[in-house]
C-alpha cells in the first residue's frame, strides 16, 4: 500500500462574511484537487454562504506518475476496494473535521461532492457518520458499501450520464437500490448522451437538490 498523506489543497471562501456551510470536492481517479474546485464559480451564487474545499486524494496514482488516487483500483473486487478504502476514509475524515472546526461548523452543514472515485469514497463516508451530512451529491460513482450502514438520514443526489464509458449507468441503479432498502431519501438524474464527466444540467439538478436539502 502506498503511503498515505495530507497535502495543502485548493479552498475558496464564501461570497459572505462568515461560512456557514462547508462544501468538500472529491475528484476522481488519476486527478486532483484542483480539477472540481473549478466548480465553485458555477456554484457561488446558489451557495454564497459555503466555504469551498477540494483535497487532493491521500495517495500518488499508481498506474501513473502524475495525478492522486483515494485509493488503488488495481484490485476491483468489492472485497479488497471495501479494505483499501477504510484508511482513506479515516484521513480524509480528518482533513474535513480540522477545517469544520477552523470554521466552526458541523457535519449539519457539509456538504459532500464526489466525481467518480470520489464518489465511492464520498458515499461510503457518508454512510458510517454518526452525525449525518446536510446533503451527499454523487456524480458518475459506484457503491463500495461499508459493512455497516450507520447513517440513514443524509439526502443523496446522484447524477450520472447514459453514454458513459468508465463508470458504466447500471451503478448508478445499484446505488439507488441499495439506498431503497436502507429507506434512505435519495433522488437521481440520468443525463442523456452524456459521457463520464460533469455538465451544466448536473450541476444545476445538484444545487437544487442541495437547495431542496437545506433545513428552515
Not at 486524494?57 to 483500483?73: K, N, T
Not at 479494505?83 to 456538504?111: C, V, Y
Not at 449507468?169 to 452524456?194: C, F, G, Q, W
Amino acid at each position: 500500500m502506498k503511503h498515505l498523506e495530507i497535502l495543502p489543497y485548493p479552498e475558496v471562501k464564501p461570497i459572505t462574511d462568515t461560512a456557514k456551510r462547508l462544501v468538500v470536492f472529491l475528484h476522481g481517479l488519476g486527478s486532483d484537487g484542483h480539477d472540481l474546485i473549478s466548480l465553485t464559480p458555477l456554484m457561488q451564487d446558489i451557495l454564497p454562504d459555503c466555504h469551498f474545499i477540494s483535497p487532493h486524494a491521500v495517495q500518488p496514482f499508481d498506474m501513473a506518475p502524475y495525478g492522486r488516487q483515494w485509493f488503488s483500483l488495481n484490485d476491483r473486487t468489492l472485497e479488497k476496494m471495501q479494505q483499501l478504502i477504510i484508511p482513506s476514509a479515516e484521513l480524509l475524515t480528518k482533513i474535513i473535521i480540522d477545517k469544520q472546526q477552523q470554521l466552526n461548523l458541523t457535519n449539519r452543514e457539509t456538504i459532500i461532492i464526489g466525481f467518480s472515485q470520489g464518489t465511492m469514497i464520498g458515499l461510503y463516508l457518508t454512510l458510517i457518520q454518526e452525525q449525518p451530512f446536510a446533503s451527499m451529491i454523487g456524480f458518475s460513482g459506484k457503491l463500495i458499501n461499508p459493512a455497516a450502514c450507520i447513517n440513514k438520514k443524509t439526502p443523496i443526489c446522484l447524477i450520472h450520464g447514459d453514454a458513459d464509458e468508465v463508470v458504466d449507468i447500471s451503478e448508478m441503479s445499484n446505488i439507488v437500490d441499495y439506498l431503497a432498502r436502507h429507506n434512505i431519501k435519495y433522488s437521481s438524474l440520468t443525463v442523456p448522451n452524456l459521457t463520464h464527466s460533469i455538465d451544466a444540467s448536473g450541476i444545476e439538478y445538484a444545487l437544487k437538490f442541495i437547495s431542496d436539502s437545506t433545513e428552515v
